[in-house]
Structure formats: C-alpha cells, structure tokens
C-alpha cells in the first residue's frame, strides 16, 4: 500500500491543521494507521494511532487533548485533526500502516508499521 499525507504548513501558536493520509494499492480500513512525527535532531515520535480490527485508538500524551486521529473510508484516507498547536508541535509528520494491530490501545505505539508516507511539514510559529 502506497501512503501520501498532505495538509501540512505554518500556523500561529493555538492554531489548527488537519493531515490527511490517502492510501491506493490497497484497503486503508484493513490496516492498522498511525501518525508519527519527527523534528530536527530529534528522534521519531509515536503520535497517534487506530486499530483496523479492534478499532483502539491510542493517543501520545504529549498531544492528548490537543490531537484527533479518525478513518475516512470512503475516501481510503486517515486523518490527524491538530488543535491548540504548540511551537514543539513543529516536525514533519509522517503517516504508517500496520498489518497488526493490539487489543490493548498502548501497544498500538509498538506494532511494526511496514508502509511509510513521505511525510509533511508542520511548523508552528511562536
């Protein structure tokens, strides 16, 4: 399955963004999804991920609240609703499918995600 995320840019400080991730060569909803992120000099982080079989959502604390992770199967898509955006948001972002899933939602972080998107950037202005 071949993943492409958009919707990324440059938002103020408590802005919002959404991402969205398309996927063709295969059914989106047959896979678990995740969001995963990664600034500079910084290593990748887990931001939010939902279940294909269970349909368990996890989210990362550090976006808790703040971050939204949902399916759109008509449009074999996922999306990331951004609210309340923070400068330490800024990073690109980078969309992953999982033949796996996990009945606990925690171990969604840890699956193996076997297909990448090219990811998108996210910058939050101070």
């Known amino acids: 399955v071949q993943l492409v995320e958009s919707g990324g840019g440059l938002v103020p400080t408590g802005g919002s963004l959404r991402l969205s991730c398309a996927a063709s060569?295969?059914?989106?909803?047959?896979?678990?999804a995740g969001w995963f992120r990664q600034a500079p000099g910084r290593e990748r982080e887990f931001v939010a991920a939902?279940?294909?079989?269970?349909?368990?959502?996890y989210i990362a604390d550090s976006v808790k609240g703040r971050f939204t992770i949902s399916r759109d199967n008509a449009k074999n898509s996922v999306l990331l609703q951004m609210d309340s955006l923070k400068p330490e948001d800024t990073a690109v972002y980078y969309c992953?499918?999982?033949?796996?899933?996990?009945?606990?939602?925690?171990?969604?972080?840890?699956?193996?995600?076997?297909?990448w998107g090219q990811g998108t950037q996210v910058t939050v202005s101070s």
């Open positions: 939902t279940g294909w079989t269970t349909g368990n959502i």
């Open positions: 992953a499918a999982s033949n796996g899933d996990a009945r606990s939602p925690s171990l969604l972080r840890g699956l193996t995600y076997e297909f």
């Open positions: 060569g295969g059914t989106f909803s047959s896979y678990t």
